[in-house]
């Protein structure tokens, strides 16, 4: 689809709280039980950090099809305690941890993945942010490098038990 087409199919805007148990439904289609955020602590971050949530609702369904969600930071490594405590977030941080893009399967594949992040994008840059910062599988590090990331090696963490790859997207003025 093109970004006038997700434009008009979609409504990009912050979560709701009463979308809570919708965050955490799409939570767990999307990643596997042991990289999957804990319903507790989605619920935690939609109550603590919505605005730095954005989620693509379908317009036709009222229906959350896909959410980019982070914590802002003046730390500029990725640990795993961003994915476990709402309380490092810092409203005046200048970087933003990436804790998880997504999608639901059958609203893959049409771009939407891409719009969300490039919306993120675009808004965090207003919001006088620097720099995006997450953590991936190797299998989705050239996803993240077309979406603008750079890819600067093994992460450090260890969530899940998994071997991640730190992405970082220092914006620019031509998001």
């Keep these: 689809m093109t970004i006038k087409e997700l434009n008009e199919r979609f409504e990009f805007r912050t979560i709701r709280p ?13 990643f596997p039980p042991n990289e999957a955020c804990s319903e507790a602590m989605m619920r935690e971050r939609v109550e603590a950090v919505p605005d730095l949530f954005l989620a693509a609702v379908d317009r036709e369904t009222g229906k959350i099809a896909g959410f980019l969600n982070g914590i802002a930071t003046n730390e500029e490594i990725f640990r795993d305690e961003f994915f476990t405590d709402a309380g490092l977030h810092d409203p ?27 919306q993120y994008k675009r808004r965090e840059l207003q919001r006088g942010r620097k720099v995006l910062i997450l953590t991936c599988l190797s299998s989705k590090t050239e996803m993240y490098e077309k979406m603008g990331f750079h890819n600067k090696g093994v992460s450090g963490s260890s969530w899940g038990g998994e071997q991640w790859y ?8 031509d998001i």
Excluded at 20 to 30: L, S, T
Excluded at 166 to 173: D, K, L
């Design 18 to 30: 009463e979308e809570a148990e919708q965050a955490v439904m799409i939570e767990q289609i999307c």
């Design 92 to 118: 005046e941080g200048e970087n933003v941890m990436l804790l998880g893009l997504d999608v639901l399967p059958q609203y893959r594949g049409q771009g939407l993945a891409r719009e969300i992040v490039r």
């Design 166 to 173: 730190e992405m970082t997207c220092r914006f620019t003025a």
